[in-house]
């Protein structure tokens, strides 16, 4: 999911000046990731398949993300298993692993949920290995039941540092442990015996291994790659036989999305949609390499639009696509940002969407979180239009510049044309050379190279309002490419309202020689060149990211676009054969604006990953990557989204909250500040699923220049929404002057339909045992609470005491406590006459009967004396223990 924001986290942290404890370091822990991932196959349809590395990066990436600062993520101290979270740990990889399942064998299977949920719980089992003493002890093969059964937590009375906590005591500790987190109280704030984590500091470094110069981090990473191969090769052994969920969980494909305007003036265009749309359906159906992860249908009108129809089932999607029919509507503009923003919250990222209509949008107020959305989800969206009520919609145009997408324009007996085009693109690896335009006057030359990786060029031409006299695309060897060539495809397409005018040409050529391809227009009026190839080198990434405070690096997306004038970080992944890679900036038009300096190796970063710091330009802008492939040819790739500074930020303080209950609702300061001149935002709430409703009060603020303003966002969540349902509300602050300033942040949150129980407050029914007669007295757990009101059913787990069973002057009797397994405990009334009193540790399970589990522990003294309280000197023996 997006990350989420912690403002108020982060602040605490920034100010106490306190590292919050992770595992290895974020290059350590994509590396095994990654190169583990890479090497692990399965088959589908009798075929060894792979991760792709677009699906290895998901997965890198999500564990990376888990120890994004800003993510409540890092305050949970059972996902990086310190602080002898063993118990706790366990259980998270075993809903983790579920999650991972449920995921992938949905309909429509869902894999990059899935793929998250494997990110996660792959850092959590390296952690286990960085933070843990289980190298120490000798032992090299990793826990086997990660993901499929629980392990206790240690016992309290194991003093696995007796004497120093940044050391282990004898036989590695004597006992599987980890170390505990050193927060503001100090070196001294943990329990007797126990182990540092380690927060690097000269005082308490403790016992993780989380860099290659600790000790034993070499061994501790030996047995995380293990362990990281084991879990997953586990998933897949249980999804054998299940292909689609197998090429899930391996691949990243998104969701092939049809928005279709079906008013009545679609009349004479519905049938040539759903012919298209039928076609490109049946053939990427038919080859298992094309096929979406699943498929999302949105049609629209005017006052209605939807719901979505999702499925991965392409007969089922075939079926309603061939229900459509044109009719109502009455007047031209219809609401197909409405549509938009459905089909968007219904798809999956890295997604293309495709919206056929001949109408204007007549919601463009949604433009904005439209494009915020659909940029927040790496979605591309292309549009097909057979008219408007007026010039081209700037919705239109904006939707499909900023989010890389291609806008074609055309009669409506043409929209078949277009399924070459789409079918090309949706091949899975079609990935962007060039974006160039700008306004004709004469003659343009427009050049481009071609790599020998690229399979198939694509070259889509847009002259909508242009007068072009002449138009030619050259080979490398100079000659012009024509309809009648063996190995191209030309498609023309003409303007609705100007008989036989030419307003748009696409070009598929296969097996492009290699070398620097022209595009030559004569005419006057605007133009748009988009340059593709089928290929495995691409810009996968790009994005303007934060560094993350904690002590292991990392950089993290912000949310939404940077501020104008800043000095950003910029973040770069190049796949596939390459070898060497340079940068650039380049605005709307494909103009050259500066040099961007990122490289490999950036401090605190992934060794894959390109970084850098420079000035953002003073214009909306593109990343270019360029330098040569594998064989020496020179190539060039485009990152299709535009970024732009803005004058305005989005703030949202959802302090550390990353769950809502269903049934509630819940209300967050927003914050929009302002560095440009004095300007009035309009500030809109839209969530990602259905019934979650969000709304922002007030929705629109005056923000002078160097100020801020306050509002106020609210979520509903209804009572029966789903556990686990991830809602992401995009909020965007739009500048009611000029509709392309504006900017945008998304939180995401977790629907938590039944919460644990609180043992927080937990309490012995019976604190002190007095007299000493050696009877036994039975002690229960009080003040146990659940936040939903259910019912709390407790079981002692395990029941420890500060002094041996049978010790000097103790009386002779022994065990000393039994009840384990029961609501109650039953504890001796007993210490020894020569020590200083006995400290009993009960620990207990809280079960709120709907699956809502948590852990505490209580304790008991039996004093020195009626007017000497017992002293804890730490030691712990099991009270059921015999006298032998």
């Known amino acids: 999911m997006r990350r989420r924001h912690s403002l108020l986290s982060a602040l605490i942290l920034a100010s106490l000046c306190v590292a919050v404890p992770s595992a290895f370091d974020v290059p ?33 990436q999500a564990n990376e993300d888990t120890d994004d600062l800003s993510s409540a993520a890092l305050f949970h101290p059972e996902r990086h298993f310190t602080n002898e979270r063993f118990l706790e740990g366990t ?52 826990i086997g039941s990660f993901g499929t059964g629980t392990t206790a937590n240690p016992p309290a009375a194991l003093a696995a540092c007796p004497a120093n906590g940044n050391t282990l005591g004898p036989n590695g500790g004597g006992g599987d442990t980890s170390g505990y987190y050193v927060g503001v109280l100090g070196c001294g704030s943990i329990p007797a015996g126990k182990c540092w984590h380690g927060n690097y500091t000269s005082s308490c470094p403790g016992i993780n291994k989380d ?9 501790a990473r030996a047995v995380a ?70 498929w999302v249908l949105e049609r629209f009108g005017d006052p209605d639009v939807g719901p979505p129809f999702e499925t991965d089932d392409a007969s089922a999607l075939l079926a309603r696509v061939n229900g459509l029919s044109a009719g109502g509507g009455g007047d031209c503009p219809e ?27 007549n919601d463009s107020g949604l433009a904005n979180a439209v494009i915020a959305k659909a940029k927040d989800k790496d979605i591309v969206i292309n549009y097909a239009l057979m008219g408007s009520c007026s010039p081209v919609d700037p919705a239109y145009i904006r939707g499909a510049s900023e989010t890389g997408g291609l806008l074609t324009f055309m009669q409506r007996n043409e929209v078949g044309k277009l ?52 138009f030619k695309l050259k080979r490398p060897s100079g000659a012009v490419v024509t309809a009648s060539d063996p190995d191209a495809s030309v498609v023309q397409l003409t303007d609705p309202f100007f008989t036989g005018r030419i307003v748009g040409r696409i070009l598929i050529i296969q097996a492009p020689a290699t070398g620097s391809w022209t595009v030559e227009l004569a005419g006057s009026g605007p133009f748009d060149i988009a340059a593709s190839a089928s290929s495995p080198l691409e810009l996968r990434r790009f994005a303007i990211v934060e560094h993350n405070a904690d002590i292991h690096g990392g950089y993290f997306p912000i949310s939404g676009q940077p501020l104008a004038g800043a000095t950003v970080i910029g973040d770069a992944t190049v796949l596939g054969p390459f070898a060497s890679a340079t940068f650039s900036a380049v605005d709307d038009s494909g103009t050259p604006l500066t ?84 300007a009035t935002y309009a500030l809109q709430a839209t969530s990602s699923v259905p019934g979650v409703t969000a709304f922002v009060a007030p929705n629109f603020v005056t923000v002078n220049g160097g100020a801020s303003a306050t509002s106020q966002l609210t979520v509903n969540v209804p009572a029966g929404t789903p556990q686990g349902t991830e809602v992401a509300i995009t909020i965007t602050a739009t500048n009611t002057g000029n509709a392309a300033i504006f900017n945008s942040a998304t939180v995401t949150f977790s629907v938590e339909t039944n919460r644990p129980p609180d043992t927080a ?58 009840g384990e397994g029961t609501a109650i405990a039953h504890l001796r009334a007993e210490r020894s006459g020569t020590g200083s009193g006995r400290v009993y540790m009960v620990e207990f399970s809280a079960a709120d009967g709907k699956g809502g589990t948590s852990t505490g522990s209580v304790m008991v003294t039996v004093p020195k004396s009626a007017s000497q309280p017992a002293v804890d000197g730490g030691l712990r023996f099991p009270s059921s223990g015999s006298c032998r």
């Open 28 to 60: 350590t822990h994509r590396d095994i990731t990654i190169t583990r991932l890479r090497d692990i196959t399965a088959t589908v349809s009798g075929k060894e398949v792979h991760f792709s590395q677009r699906a290895l990066e998901e997965v890198a």
């Open 335 to 361: 609401l197909s940002q409405s549509g938009l923003l459905e089909a968007i919250d219904a798809s999956l990222p890295n997604s293309n969407l495709y919206l056929f209509t001949d109408a204007s949008a």
């Open 419 to 470: 399924t070459s085009l789409f079918l090309t693109q949706l091949s899975g690896d079609l990935t962007r050379i060039l974006s160039s335009g700008g306004v004709l006057s004469g003659v343009s030359s427009t050049a481009f190279p071609v790599d020998a990786t690229a399979r198939r060029l694509v070259v889509a031409v847009n002259t909508v309002d242009a007068l072009i006299s002449d």
């Open 595 to 678: 040099a961007l300096p990122l490289a490999r190796n950036f401090p605190d970063a992934a060794a894959d990953h390109f970084l850098g710091t420079f000035g953002l330009p003073l214009v909306p802008f593109r990343v270019v990557a360029e330098g040569e492939d594998e064989t020496g040819h020179p190539f060039r790739r485009e990152f299709p989204a535009l970024f732009t500074g803005q004058p305005a930020s989005v703030k949202v303080n959802v302090g550390s909250l990353d769950t809502l209950p269903a049934g509630a609702s819940r209300s967050f300061d927003i914050s929009v500040s302002n560095t440009g001149a004095a």
């Open 761 to 818: 407050g937990a309490a012995p029914s019976i604190a002190t045992l007095w007299p000493v007669n050696h009877r036994m007295v039975d002690v229960g757990i009080k003040d146990v609470t659940d936040p939903d009101g259910d019912p709390v059913t407790i079981q002692i787990t395990r029941i420890t005491q500060s002094e041996p069973v049978n010790g000097a002057g103790d009386g002779n009797t022994c065990g000393d406590a039994t």
């Open 91 to 142: 259980t998270e990889l075993i809903n983790q692993r579920r999650r991972v399942i449920s995921s992938v064998t949905a309909s429509p299977a869902d894999g990059r949920t899935g793929r998250q949920a494997l990110g996660r719980a792959l850092h959590s089992i390296q952690d286990f290995y960085s933070h843990s003493n289980w190298v120490e002890q000798g032992k090299s093969s990793p």
């Open 225 to 294: 790659e293990r362990a990281t191969t084991d879990f997953v090769q586990g998933i897949l052994d249980t999804l054998a036989g299940n292909d689609k969920a197998i090429m899930a969980l391996l691949d990243v494909r998104g969701t092939t999305a049809f928005i279709i305007d079906d008013t009545g003036s679609m009349g004479g265009a519905i049938a040539g949609v759903k012919s298209a749309v039928s076609q490109i359906v049946t053939t990427l159906d038919a080859d298992p390499d094309l096929q979406p992860t699943n």
């Open 211 to 219: 860099k290659p110069e600790f000790r034993n981090h070499g061994a």
